[in-house]
């Protein structure tokens, strides 16, 4: 499916393994269970995920988007809600936390992988990428999401409901604070970001590959579940506090820069009568 050079037969094969995992899906976290090491899912949603980038011709996302519906992956979640135990000390007052980490499922990462993949297709710029990615995600039980809301609707149920799902999880605990944050950049970078928005566009400026997706959506719906629910445990969540300080630290140092060493466009201006 990865090797051949026409894509046709690229797509065409990526799709046949989302049905082949169909009947796999049991067998490979019953060999999971028994202590067995099956790269298949791994291997499956590697293919998946290289398909679902937004600069990806449509027939590649869509056959992604086909394969993921059709692999059942989605449903392979831990069938009882996670979440952070606590009590409340009686005499104090106060709520105690209790370290409850949850296993994650059966398969590991190769589940998060294929929900990340499926977030990703439910903002593609394709109206019927998001079409087929939507059916994927109402399609998994427990979920509660109607098969006619619309494709953000469904993104931001699933996320939540990701969150009951996965809660504590650190895979997903770091994924979640990953999306929160975004991608973390040192002090020149973004300097030089900054140098680059003064510039003139040129002609021929390279454009974003999808115009449909918000860039922010999913950095806002971390940010949520992150501050209202028990997804992530407290400890996890200070050392990323501390982190977050030093960026912002970082960025006010950027933009303090970036001002003191802009030209004065006052300067050469003439004076007044």
């Known amino acids: 499916a990865s090797s051949d050079p026409n894509e046709r037969v690229r797509c065409a094969a990526v799709a046949c393994l989302g049905k082949l995992a169909a009947s796999r899906v049991a067998l ?30 449509e027939d590649v996302r869509r056959a992604a988007a086909e394969a993921l519906k059709s692999s059942t ?55 019927d990428v998001r079409s087929v990615a939507s059916d994927a995600v109402t399609a998994v039980s427990g979920l509660n999401i109607p098969r006619d809301v619309s494709t953000e609707t469904c993104l931001r149920r699933a ?11 650190p895979p997903y605990e770091r994924w979640l604070l990953s999306a929160c944050a975004g991608k973390r950049v040192s002090k020149l970078e973004l300097v030089s970001s900054i140098d680059d928005m003064c510039t003139v566009r040129r002609l021929f400026d390279r454009e974003a590959d999808n115009h449909h997706a918000e860039p922010l959506l999913l950095a806002q719906l971390a940010a949520s579940v992150i501050a209202r629910t ?31 060493t802009a030209p004065d466009e006052t300067a050469g201006a003439p004076r007044g009568p």
């Open 159 to 169: 996320f939540k409901a990701l969150a009951k799902r996965l809660a504590r999880w």
């Open 230 to 260: 028990d997804a992530i445990r407290v400890d996890v969540c200070s050392e990323e506090l501390e982190v977050a300080i030093d960026a912002i630290e970082s960025i006010t140092d950027a933009l303090v820069s970036s001002v003191e």
């Open 28 to 57: 490979w976290e019953r060999s999971t269970k028994s202590g067995a090491k099956s790269d298949n899912a791994a291997s499956l949603v590697a293919l998946i995920e290289a398909g679902c980038s937004p600069e990806r011709p």
């Open 73 to 127: 992956l989605l449903s392979a979640l831990p069938q009882s809600p996670g979440g952070q135990k606590r009590t409340k000390d009686e005499d104090e007052g106060t709520i105690i936390y209790h370290d409850d980490p949850q296993t994650g499922p059966i398969l590991g990462a190769p589940i998060l992988s294929a929900w990340r993949s499926a977030l990703e297709l439910l903002e593609d710029e394709d109206e």
